[in-house]
T-cell receptor
Framework: EAGVAQSPRYKIIEKRQSVAFWCNPI?????LYWYQQILGQGPKLLIQ????????DSQLPKDRFSAERLKGVDSTLKIQPAKLEDSAVYLC??????????????FGEGSRLTVL | AQKITQTQPGMFVQEKEAVTLDCTYD???????LFWYKQPSSGEMIFLIY??????QNATEGRYSLNFQKARKSANLVISASQLGDSAMYFC??????????FGTGTLLAVQP
């Protein structure tokens, strides 16, 4: 079974530029998450989708971050314009459904962003 | 609101010995789950073990066990017979009704030969 795919793995941009990250979850997984992990910290949830609807985006800085999940499968996370403090690893995860019955979130390898 | 506290920034353990990584949590949910993930230097988050709040027995998965004490709101991870490959960051997380995981700050475990 293929895992969660993310691209690009690494991206370096200058501040005020824009960047987009792509995620393809495990086939059949209804719930998709984007997490931001700043160096030395635990992952912080940015946005959670159930199919193509947003369940939680309370921690997403909406003035610069946007995310969409077209057709309830792939997702893109965009940052425009980027700030120095956006330097982090952006982790995508998926799970079968909302709720604890299935428990586990499956994570991709992450996209490491460096903003200069 | 959910909160996870991991008070040990780093831990050392000798190979083949057991080690306990501490985790305390706070949640207003009646039903919730506690998770442990391992993050090696490659960056991937690897699921280790899960404990549901209504599970009466502590979860075990191979060399991993979760010491769940509900009254004390603690969910410590015990790794038995440590191996060099266990060296990594370990994150505790709490998931509520929507399976939104809130992570702690992590513990860096170093296994010494």
């Amino acid at each position: 079974e293929a895992g969660v795919a993310q691209s690009p793995r690494y991206k370096i941009i200058e501040k005020r530029q824009s960047v987009a990250f792509w995620c393809n979850p495990i086939s059949g997984h209804a719930t998709l998450y984007w997490y931001q992990q700043i160096l030395g910290q635990g992952p912080k949830l940015l946005i959670q989708f159930q199919n193509n609807g947003v369940v939680d985006d309370s921690q997403l800085p909406k003035d610069r971050f946007s995310a969409e999940r077209l057709k309830g499968v792939d997702s893109t996370l965009k940052i425009q314009p980027a700030k120095l403090e956006d330097s982090a690893v952006y982790l995508c995860a998926s799970s079968l459904s909302v709720g604890l019955a299935t428990g586990e979130l499956f994570f991709g390898e992450g996209s490491r962003l460096t903003v200069l | 609101a959910q909160k996870i506290t991991q008070t040990q920034p780093g831990m050392f353990v000798q190979e083949k010995e057991a080690v306990t990584l501490d985790c305390t949590y706070d949640t207003s949910d009646q039903s919730y789950g506690l998770f442990w993930y391992k993050q090696p230097s490659s960056g991937e988050m690897i699921f280790l073990i899960y404990q549901g709040s209504y599970d009466e027995q502590n979860a075990t998965e191979g060399r991993y066990s979760l010491n769940f004490q509900k009254a004390r709101k603690s969910a410590n991870l015990v790794i038995s017979a440590s191996q060099l490959g266990d060296s990594a960051m370990y994150f505790c997380a709490n998931g509520g009704a929507t399976n939104k995981l809130i992570f702690g700050t992590g513990t860096l475990l170093a296994v010494q030969p």
